[in-house]
T-cell receptor, first 113, second 117 residues
Framework: AQSVTQPDIHITVSEGASLELRCNYS??????LFWYVQSPGQGLQLLLK??????LVQGIKGFEAEFKRSQSSFNLRKPSVHWSDAAEYFC???????????FGQGTELSVKP | GAVVSQHPSRVICKSGTSVKIECRSL??????MFWYRQFPKQSLMLMAT?????????EQGVEKDKFLINHASLTLSTLTVTSAHPEDSSFYIC?????????????FGQGTRLTVV
């Protein structure tokens, strides 16, 4: 069955420090992978996506993610975190012909001054 | 970028009444729309997939008669929570996907906070 695992429920980093959020997926075919960010009480904003091609994808707000097929991973990274990055982050895999998304449990990011 | 508008953003209703939530794609035609439910501090769970002009496909465990989905046009899908009860209180989010290609991303509405009292 398709699934997405985000092992870290909550991460706290200092402002200016680097960030890596982990995501592992289980899917039998070539995955379409996404990272979304959600502020409290809001919808989801797409940070970046992987469909094919270069396994290192660049997104908005200075985020990037690397697709590693051998590890079934799609980790999100940012070299220097800003206080405004504090939010909930969701990794998702697109499945089936209809393109529905299976989400991970989410990682809540807190940023220390 | 593409915009999906969801209305209302918040609604409080009495137990036993029905509530309709609208999801509109403002600048593109959405052949497919998705409805998700999110409990506090939890992930999004797909409830159903709706395609314009056809019946919605519900995920396992979702009551079709309770969560009525209509996708009457290429820009509008509605979710009606019928005979709402306090356990239906949740955050409901829609997303819309333009076109039929698999590598087309979906765009999300801002969500609707439903509170049943």
């Amino acid at each position: 069955a398709q699934s997405v695992t985000q092992p870290d429920i909550h991460i706290t980093v200092s402002e200016g420090a680097s960030l890596e959020l982990r995501c592992n997926y289980s899917y039998g075919a070539t995955p379409y992978l996404f990272w979304y960010v959600q502020s409290p009480g809001q919808g989801l904003q797409l940070l970046l996506k992987y469909f094919s091609g270069d396994t290192l994808v660049q997104g908005i707000k200075g985020f990037e993610a690397e697709f590693k097929r051998s590890q079934s991973s799609f980790n999100l990274r940012k070299p220097s975190v800003h206080w405004s990055d504090a939010a909930e982050y969701f990794c998702a895999v697109g499945v089936g012909k209809g393109g529905k998304l299976i989400f991970g449990q989410g990682t809540e990011l807190s940023v220390k001054p | 970028g593409a915009v999906v508008s969801q209305h209302p953003s918040r609604v409080i209703c009495k137990s036993g009444t029905s509530v309709k939530i609208e999801c509109r794609s403002l600048d593109f035609q959405a052949t497919t729309m998705f409805w998700y439910r999110q409990f506090p501090k939890q992930s999004l769970m797909l409830m159903a997939t709706s395609n314009e002009g056809s019946k919605a496909t519900y995920e396992q465990g979702v009551e079709k008669d309770k969560f009525l989905i209509n996708h009457a046009s290429l820009t509008l899908s509605t979710l009606t929570v019928t005979s709402a009860h306090p356990e239906d209180s949740s955050f409901y989010i829609c997303s819309a996907r333009p076109g039929h290609r698999m590598n087309t991303e979906a765009f999300f509405g801002q969500g609707t906070r439903l509170t049943v009292v």
